[in-house]
């Protein structure tokens, strides 16, 4: 029979190709109807799949392209669908428009399977209804990431088409068509434009392998051409419209690199349990020797139809290769079933076949994770008035939440508010936070996890480079206690070229513990000067890929830094390739166990470990010593996995490294109690606050690093860390947008004669001045509005300059809701007794307000000396530190020791 484009002319009436029409509009306004119930109770927005939903849309909205200006697995057709949803909700935020994108994405899945089946013109009404039948019944295609399954189905239904057009013009036009659809498929999600390609190629080569029609080779470069023409365009246009896009084919570079990153670095298990997968596996293999028999007694045509189908459904299973949970085996695993579903047709089925198509068609129903008859409930639903579909329409199309509902207390201070125009980074993945804060979203790449190799982290630097000099805050999430580390892997692991450019230019804008886990990192002043002490080892293989590292001396070291190398086999391309595991101990015991993929495969890369408390991680971006434990020996192991994993054939470690040794000191449990439990106790809430200074006096050994926490604990529980200096004589602070009477300045003198200061603020619009004259002993703390009474009402954006021609010491803080000690810069000359004492001009106990002293000794031998508390009147100033009550307090601390003062702190012993 000669192919035709008419339904008719293929043996169907007139009133069975309206039937099928018709199963299809009802059957799609039904599945719309169900996606719109559901999409009333859909969550709300803060997940991680919702994440990239709402930030694609909110990107698109910034002007920001996908493959252009940032990278991620979903491309621009994607971000336009999403784009559109926000479009007709009420607020035009993403965040507000979750619901409905979710609904459009799952009402992209209803129409593209209409679609499908409607380019099938040799489909009949009875397979229609048995597919959208069983659809309901599993819940097949009905989630959101299902539309990528139905898209292979449709270049597959342009590459039937192509094969069935009546003339060789018409399959021009179809092979251009197909080329085209691959490419929008390439836009919606990278991989889809290379499974499209080798679905239509592959059907073209069956029915050139069939008919031997020479014709074919010439559509075959039609398609082929219409694809690489299209990508040509885009790489035109992204070059054009952006200063940023660099080479010509700069999207397909990063597409690739996306791709490759995924393959490489997001594999999961096989989770599916023995029963279902084997029973899948029967299935695949039924339907695809059942197509084979009915493609060789049937027509072309027919022949190149079931080709079509059985290659989308082939390719679709490479996904389930990756991330083999079952939610994605489920997705790659739908046009097999849609094929399956096909075949019960007489022509294409004999008897025997036809009864063990009902055998597994009833089975299928079992073993199918999400069948059941959630989708008919929904239904109904929505026609009997319980879920009026208008109602729930302008439910989802209304929806406006607070900020308030959602983020912590930490993140929506004063100050992020007062930067509404500044962008804010979302690490690793939470994008709902600037766009809940209505703050612009910066993500060089969407979901930062994402950036899983070596070429990505370096376009995401270079974007962090442009973005710093105009304004950039990061909002972290830490591991395991504010975000999932994506399949246990901690994000420093994954992403250790970005982790270090943050930890080298982001410092925390308030050092207080936040029990949600989300800290706001500001930018350096000054770029950290980061330490890479090597940790000498000697090493001891196993076998090829395992070992142990023994090191020299034992090492607290808590950030480390490896250089190393897996290699695999090139055969193990199509396999999902796992990583190493490793154990760090001393002795018989553990000290911390995680895992690393490899970022570049078969070559060297360099990777970072946090053996850290995950709570505690955020103390890297500040001042302060952090609790370390000790440990000398290193192990490392292929990481176990199933008969679809690739392990490393060779693990070589060239390189391990301490980050900033410095920093990590002999576990004090008071060092990793929160700042709240470390300042406050039920007697430093009451009575009247207590105010004065601290003056610590080194008598023998190294003088240690002090560091003071400074904290409230009315309204807002606030808090800051700051390093005690050296007295001076000359000191200044920038103000940024701060208003005069949210400025905290402390000064103190604490040597033997009254001194004159100088108080000096300048600004591009104005200058003032004022003098203050501290007796003997004395301490003033006040705000800057009262040292400086005229200074403008309006937001201080200047320098301030404190001097005197004798040496004091000073503190200046912001009290914005929290506390934030702003950054001095001092220019004096070292005296000889800055290497015996150290003061901090503000001590405050009681009526809400606590101090703590933290002293730090990083040298090699014990350092030993007092601490004395005085008050603003310079005479001693009885406190009640680690259960003691005292003015002066002796200290001796060995070596990688830190030595602890506080309310909620262990007792210790005064000076007698």
């Known amino acids: 029979m000669a192919p035709t484009d008419s339904g008719i002319e293929k043996g169907f009436t007139p009133w069975e190709s309206r039937s099928k029409v018709a199963l299809v509009l009802v059957f799609t306004l039904c599945w719309l109807i169900t996606i719109v119930v559901r999409s009333r109770f859909a969550g709300n927005g803060t997940n991680l799949d919702a994440s990239w939903l709402i930030g694609l849309a909110t990107s698109l909205q910034q002007g920001s392209i996908s493959g252009r200006d940032f990278h991620f697995t979903y491309g621009p057709a994607a971000q336009i669908l999403a784009w559109i949803a926000a479009s007709v909700t009420t607020t035009k935020s993403a965040f507000d428009a979750y619901r409905i994108i979710s609904a459009f994405f799952c009402g992209a899945s209803a129409l593209l399977v209409a679609a499908v089946l409607l380019l099938y013109d040799r489909i009949n009404w009875k397979q229609t209804a048995v597919v959208y039948c069983s659809a309901v019944l599993l819940n097949l295609f009905y989630e959101i990431p299902n539309f990528r399954a139905v898209l292979l189905l449709l270049c597959a239904a342009f590459a039937y088409r192509t094969v069935a057009a009546p003339s060789i013009h018409r399959k021009w036009l179809w092979a251009a068509a197909a080329g085209f659809i691959c490419f929008v498929s390439q836009l919606v999600t990278p991989e889809l434009g290379l499974y499209g390609v080798i679905i239509v190629v592959g059907t073209l080569a069956t029915n050139y392998l069939l008919g031997r029609d020479r014709s074919y080779i010439l559509i075959g470069c039609v398609f082929l051409g219409t694809f690489t023409l299209a990508n040509l365009g885009i790489g035109v246009f992204f070059k054009v419209s952006s200063p940023h896009y660099e080479a010509l084919l700069d999207y397909q570079r990063y597409m690739s690199e996306t791709m490759r990153g995924y ?530 009402s309006e937001p201080l954006s200047g320098t301030l300059q404190i001097s005197s021609e004798s040496r004091f010491s000073v503190f200046a803080g912001a009290f914005t809701g929290r506390i934030r000690a702003l950054p001095i810069d001092a220019d004096n000359t070292p005296e000889p007794t800055d290497q015996n004492t150290v003061v901090f001009p503000q001590f405050v106990m009681h009526g809400g307000w606590a101090t703590a002293l933290i002293l730090s000794n990083r040298a090699e031998s014990t350092a030993k000396g007092r601490i004395e508390i005085f008050s603003s009147n310079g005479d001693p100033m009885p406190v009640t530190l680690n259960g003691i009550t005292s003015s002066t307090y002796a200290y001796s601390i060995p070596p990688g020791n830190v030595f602890m003062l506080a309310p909620g702190a262990r007792r210790a012993s005064p000076s007698k």
């Open 263 to 792: 393959n490489n670095t997001l594999g999961l298990e096989w989770s599916v349990g023995p029963k279902q997968t084997i029973f899948l596996a029967l299935l695949a293999a039924y339907t695809v020797v059942t197509a084979a028999i009915a493609a060789r007694k049937s027509s072309l045509i027919d022949a190149c139809l079931l080709a079509s189908l059985i290659f989308a459904s082939l390719v679709s299973l490479k996904s389930a290769l990756v991330r083999s949970d079952i939610g994605h085996v489920a997705q790659a695993s739908s046009p097999f079933v849609f094929v399956f579903l096909l075949l019960p047709r007489k022509e294409w089925n004999s008897r025997v076949g036809q009864i063990a198509w009902c055998l597994f068609a009833f089975g299928l129903y079992f073993i199918w994770p999400f069948a059941g008859w959630s989708a008919p409930r929904d239904f109904l639903k929505g026609i009997d008035g319980e879920v009026p579909v208008p109602s729930a329409l302008h439910d989802i199309l209304s929806v406006a939440r607070e900020p308030e509902d959602f983020l912590p207390a930490a993140i929506l201070g004063p100050e992020s508010r007062a930067r509404r125009t500044i962008p804010i980074l979302p690490f690793p993945y939470e994008n709902y936070i600037p766009i809940v804060l209505r703050r612009p979203l910066f993500a060089p790449v969407l979901q930062s996890y994402s950036a899983a190799t070596e070429a990505l982290q370096r376009f995401y630097i270079k974007a962090l480079e442009r973005q710093r000099p105009v304004g950039l805050d990061v909002v972290y999430g830490l591991d395991s206690v504010a975000v999932w580390p994506v399949d246990g892997i901690q994000t420093i692991s994954r992403l250790p070229l970005i982790f270090e450019y943050l930890y080298k230019h982001f410092e925390l804008t308030s050092p207080a513990e936040n029990t949600d886990g989300h800290y706001i990192l500001q930018q350096r002043e000054h770029t950290r000067e980061v330490v890479f002490r090597d940790l000498p080892f000697t090493a001891s293989r196993f076998d090829d890929t395992s070992g142990m590292l023994r090191l020299a001396q034992p090492t607290m070291c808590g950030l480390l830094r490896l250089e190393m190398k897996m290699t695999y086999s090139p055969a193990d391309f199509f396999l999902r390739p796992s990583g190493v595991e490793f154990n760090i101990s001393k002795g018989d015991e553990s000290v911390w166990a995680g895992y690393t993929r490899a970022l570049s495969m078969n070559q060297n890369f360099a990777t970072y470990f946090s053996l850290v408390k995950p709570k505690l991680f955020y103390r890297f971006f500040k001042q302060g010593p952090i609790p370390g434990k000790s440990w000398d020996t290193l192990a490392y192991r292929p990481w176990s996995t199933d008969v679809l994993g690739s392990a490393p054939q060779q693990v070589e470690i060239s390189r391990l490294q301490c980050v900033d040794p410095r920093m990590f000191v002999e576990g004090n449990p008071s060092l990793e109690l929160s700042d709240y439990e470390l300042l406050f106790s039920a007697e430093i809430t009451t009575g009247r606050a207590q105010a004065g200074y601290a003056v610590l006096t080194r008598e023998s050994g190294p003088q240690p690093e002090v560091f003071v926490k400074l904290g409230r604990s009315e309204g807002v529980r606030a808090s800051t860390d700051v390093q005690a200096a050296p007295m001076g004589r000359k000191f200044s602070t920038k103000l940024d947008s701060l208003y005069a009477n949210d400025v905290g300045i402390a000064l103190a003198n604490p040597g033997r004669t009254a001194i004159a200061i100088r108080i000096n603020y300048r600004s591009n619009y104005a200058e003032q001045s004022a003098a203050v004259t501290l007796q003997r002993g004395e301490h003033i703390s006040k705000f800057l509005s009262e040292l400086l009474p005229g200074t403008p």
